[in-house]
């Protein structure tokens, strides 16, 4: 492939993007959502530098996660997007605006944010334990999350997308289906890794609809701290997942 080619990829991800964006933002969440957090539109700059540097051809493997996390790509545009990981392993940084309604206990700072993303520091922890640098690691790897938006209730505890209202989960969930499909289609992984089961559950019902049919599921752990499971050695738990499943030699 080209690199031109490999430039095209990434630009029709991003124009893929740009449209969910903006059918997303014509949706409405009721109570217990309070506040909802869209990183495709005050973080564009890093979201879509990230995809120029790393959405580029072909992959091998396609990691998907659940949603934003409050101090990862809430702040930075970049999945699993752990301050550190996206400044110093991937270089990137780039201005970050603030959503519309901002709750006081969860406010975006971009890449000014002092806080980890525990989540983000495990997953990229791992990747960069493995891999000699972050352009070796995309070579044949990307990340992608299922989800754009954060969804936060009044106290500013998170709300998880399968917890939304039915209707609301159909409308959205609908969306983000589409958008998948068509970056597993751009990027033709042989294998897609759910980051925990609601991940894998939606990648169950995407793949075998179009151009991604011929792709492989394997699940991961999700690395959050919220899951007893991750808190007792995450990383080797991990990396033998996708050793046994195949998806690393």
Known sequence: MSSTDRSDV????????ERLSAEISKLEFSAPVAYV???LEYATEP???????FARGRKKVLF???NPGPWGMTQTGVPFGEINAVKVWMGLESPVGRPDREHPKRPVEG????RSEVSGRRFWGLMRSRFDSADAFFADHFVANYCPLMFLEESGRNRTPEKLRAEERRRLFSLCDDLLAAVMGLLAPEWVVGIGKFAERRLLGIVGRGTERSAKIASLLHPSPANPGANRGWAETAERQLVESGVWA
């Open 47 to 53: 979201h879509e530098a990230y995809l120029r540097r």
């Open 111 to 114: 890449f000014a944010c002092t």
């Open 64 to 66: 998907v996660g659940m």
């Open 10 to 17: 990434a630009t029709r991800i991003i124009e893929e993007t």
């Open 37 to 39: 957090y869209s990183p």
